[in-house]
């Protein structure tokens, strides 16, 4: 009757129902039934026994830059082993639909800090595609692991519109080209993209050496650009994923109307970046949801924030790191590719001086920040302000002479943000927030955010233990996917009968502090590079993709993401091609 039975597990129907221990048989990828009785066994193919476990709708993640890791490695086992069975591309701008492999490049690596070379070999020799429709058809010709949804980058469009020269320049959009790129979009949408994704934010920078260091092409697009591309939004109904950019506040406000439904006017759905907690800046994290719910109760908008329910830690070689893109005297010193250039820099007093001035005012989180290595083994578990105390230094002198001194082989930690419980405990549960930001497949060597709807869950059942409840296990497996499933417009997160059979069996003995536990693994179709990733295997114990059975107990199943297809193309429109 059956082709897979998980029998005996809790299952969650990921729409916030009361959970129950049931039996699920599946058919044809799909879950045919769910039973308060054992279901017959005879003829099924695989019997996964479940008992003590949970049975849950696979996890979603909506934010990740896996644009360029899916045409190498399209399995995504990192992302896959930790429960996701859908992942979202195409976020903050950036995606590779349109534009050439050269900008394509330069558009991502710097910002999302991966390797230059590989993103351009990688792109020059899988891209056979010149639009939207050949972008989706050449995804499902891959060996795909998860399920991908995706985003149309609006630097990736402007771009390709315009010429990365222009797009990069002080010259607004002609009325040609604002009339090209709405064409392009739509072409997109019809194509089953879940809508646009822009970046208001100035410190994101480009790669390469033709444009290095300007500013994303989105970032120069005016309101009048962006409000040729809502429409086409708004017609069709589709989501605009954006960052405001803290060096802009008001762009929040401006994005707040943008999303509104006055009068005649559809509203726009909005998915912006980002609800933290910043250690430097306490005050924000509340204050925006709490603008941002007025706005969608008066205005009649549906803005969201996407927020990472785990403390953000942040690793870093040398000062190589991605929000130090935000100030001046960093952003200076990563313009220069070449070690030595950049010890020469931060020599300098003038420079110093500058650094210093930053310093004070927006990363004083350094004086905490521990070296995890380093050449000099005697500095390793120190933090730079005990080395500075020791050395009697200011704390921002002592940083500078490590890096001049081991350049990226001085590697270090700390948390820049969601570093208070209850803060995070009040921000899972608000109608303001949805869960996402884990940057999957991006800052390979400063974050691993993978495993991030596991730790949810490991905070909700450690408060339940603890007598402080602040949400059901229910209603945090409904955040992590039905909502989000919902609220994006992809038929997933759910697992009722007649639902795709994209789904994770876990442990909730595993659900412990190993899933905060640093790891390494090395990346050979990236160059070799080690990137940071988790290893909490012990939480999940299989996971299941249109029914297929793709990891169970830490092993990946034969010819998973390199011989055969399990996940497919989850469009807005289509829904599923």
């Known amino acids: 009757m059956f082709d897979l039975i998980i029998k005996g597990g809790r299952w969650f129907d990921g729409a916030g129902s009361p959970s129950a221990i049931r039996d699920l048989g599946v058919r044809g990828g799909r879950v045919a039934a769910v039973s308060a009785e054992p279901l017959p066994q005879a003829g099924c193919r695989r019997v996964l026994d479940a008992a003590g476990c949970w049975v849950l709708p696979g996890f979603l993640d909506v934010h990740t830059h896996y644009d360029i890791e899916v045409l190498l490695s399209p399995g995504l086992p990192e992302s896959v082993r930790h429960g996701v069975t859908t992942v979202v591309l195409g976020n903050c701008s950036l995606s590779g639909v349109y534009c050439s492999p050269d900008d394509a490049a330069d558009l991502f690596s710097r910002v ?77 949408l019809d194509a089953g993209f879940l809508g646009l ?26 309101w009048h650009e962006y409000r040729a591309l809502h429409r086409v939004l708004r017609a069709r109904g589709r989501v605009l994923q954006s960052a405001p950019g803290s060096a802009r506040p008001w762009n929040t406000l401006l994005f707040l109307l943008a999303g509104a439904g006055l009068w005649a006017r559809p509203r726009l759905k ?114 730079f302000g005990e080395v500075a105390g020791a050395r009697r230094r200011h704390p921002a002198e002592t940083f500078l002479d490590l890096v001049v001194a081991h350049g990226s082989r001085l590697r270090w930690r700390t948390t820049i943000a969601n570093d208070r419980p209850h803060v995070l405990d009040r921000l899972a549960g608000h109608p303001a927030v949805q869960m996402g930001f884990a940057e999957s497949g991006a800052h ?47 038929r997933a997160g759910t697992l009722r009968a007649g639902d795709r059979a994209d789904l994770v069996v876990v442990d909730p003995a595993g659900l412990d502090d190993r899933l905060a536990a640093y790891h390494e693994a090395p990346m050979p179709d990236f160059g070799g590079v080690r990137r940071m990733v988790n290893r909490s295997d012990a939480a999940v114990r299989a996971v299941c993709v249109a029914g297929e059975p793709v990891f169970e107990r830490g092993v990946f199943a034969a010819g998973y993401g390199s011989t055969r297809r399990t996940g497919t193309f989850l469009g807005a429109d289509r829904r599923c091609a």
């Open 197 to 222: 994704s822009t970046v208001a934010s100035t410190h994101c920078r480009l790669d390469g050496d033709r444009f290095r260091s300007a500013r994303l092409p989105s970032t120069f697009a005016g």
């Open 112 to 188: 999302e800090a991966l390797p230059h070379a590989a993103v351009l070999d990688a792109l020059k020799r899988h891209r056979s595609w010149s639009g939207a429709d050949e972008y989706v058809r050449a995804l499902l010709a891959r060996p795909l692991g998860p399920n991908v949804a995706a985003f149309l980058g609006h630097s990736d469009l402007r771009a390709y519109v315009m010429g990365l020269g222009r797009a990069v320049g002080a010259d607004p959009a002609t009325g040609q080209d604002l009339d090209r790129m709405a064409a392009l979009l739509d072409r997109a």
């Open 444 to 490: 390979l060597r400063n974050m691993a955010h993978y495993n991030a709807p596991l730790r949810l869950l490991q905070r909700v059942v450690a408060a339940q233990a603890a007598g402080r409840p602040f949400m059901t296990v229910e209603r945090a497996v409904h955040r992590l996917t039905g909502e989000p499933a919902d609220w994006f417009g992809l």
């Open 270 to 383: 909005t998915s912006l970046l980002a609800a933290l907690d910043s250690k430097t800046a306490p005050v924000p994290a509340g204050m925006l949801t709490r603008v941002t719910a007025l706005a969608n109760r008066l205005l009649g908008a549906e803005v969201r924030w996407q927020h990472l329910p785990v403390p953000y830690e942040l690793y870093a070689d040398g000062i190589d790191l991605g929000i130090f893109e935000e100030f001046g005297a960093t952003a200076a010193a990563l313009h220069l590719r070449q070690e030595a250039e950049r010890a020469r820099l931060l020599s300098r007093r003038a420079y110093r001086r500058w650094f210093r001035r930053d310093y004070d005012r927006r990363f004083r989180h350094l004086y905490d920040a521990g070296i995890v290595a380093c050449p000099d083994e005697g500095l390793v578990g120190r933090s």
